[in-house]
Each structure stands twice: as C-alpha cells, then as structure tokens.
C-alpha cells in the first residue's frame, strides 16, 4: 500500500467515522432540560389540589404537565392478549407520596 492509498483509506475511515457520531448523537436520548422538570413544592401543591376535589378538565391538564410520555405494548400470552402501560413522569423518580391517595411508586 502506497502513502497516497493510504492516506485515502485514512479519509474514508475519518468520513465513515464522523457519519457513525452523527448517527449515534441521533439515538442517544436528550438529557431532560431543567425546565420540563418539575420541583418537590410543585408536586406537594398539585396533590393538595387534587385532594380537594377537580374537575376532569382540570385532571387532564395536571396529567399533561406531569407526564411526558406513555407507552402501551401489547403481546399475546397463551392466546389472550395482555398490554404493558409504561408511564414516563418530567420529574425524578423519587418523590415523597402517600398510600392513601391510590398512587404507588414504581418497583425499583
């Protein structure tokens, strides 16, 4: 192999490895930004709030603040089918919560 092949298999490579960044950049998840998450005294105040009693309307809209993404799959097991909710929150996963308010956290 001569200076000038190599020097061409050199540039194919640095140009196979620069698409290969790129494409990785396009899978890797973004980093949640600071202000899609929401803090402790937020959450506190909107469980008080939903305590007391809202509307549907009112519940749809704290859902859309608090959730960024669901995901449902469905497989079949045994000939029945049988769906998978996963919930992703904005916020931390560790939250203080109460038993008594029907909500339970995640297993860990």
Same mark, same amino acid.
Do not use: C, W
């Given at each position: 192999?001569?200076?000038?092949?190599?020097?061409?298999?050199?540039?194919?490579?640095?140009?196979?490895?620069?698409?290969?960044?790129?494409?990785?950049?396009?899978?890797?998840?973004?980093?949640?930004?600071?202000?899609?998450? !929401?803090?402790?005294? !937020?959450?506190?105040?909107?469980?008080?709030?939903?305590?007391?009693?809202?509307?549907?309307?009112?519940?749809?809209?704290?859902?859309?603040?608090?959730?960024?993404?669901?995901?449902?799959?469905?497989?079949?097991?045994?000939?029945?089918?049988?769906?998978?909710?996963?919930?992703?929150?904005?916020?931390?996963?560790?939250?203080?919560?109460?038993?008594?308010?029907?909500?339970? !956290?995640?297993?860990?």
């Amino acid at each position: 192999m001569t200076p000038i092949d190599l020097d061409r298999q050199m540039g194919v490579v640095a140009s196979e490895e620069k698409a290969l960044h790129a494409r990785l950049a396009e899978l890797t998840p973004a980093e949640p930004s600071t202000e899609d998450e !929401l803090d402790a005294d !937020l959450l506190q105040d909107i469980r008080r709030r939903v305590d007391e009693g809202i509307d549907d309307f009112m519940k749809r809209e704290i859902i859309s603040l608090l959730v960024e993404r669901i995901d449902v799959n469905t497989e079949e097991v045994g000939g029945r089918k049988r769906a998978t909710i996963i919930i992703r929150y904005r916020f931390p996963a560790v939250v203080s919560f109460s038993p008594d308010t029907g909500s339970s !956290l995640p297993p860990a």
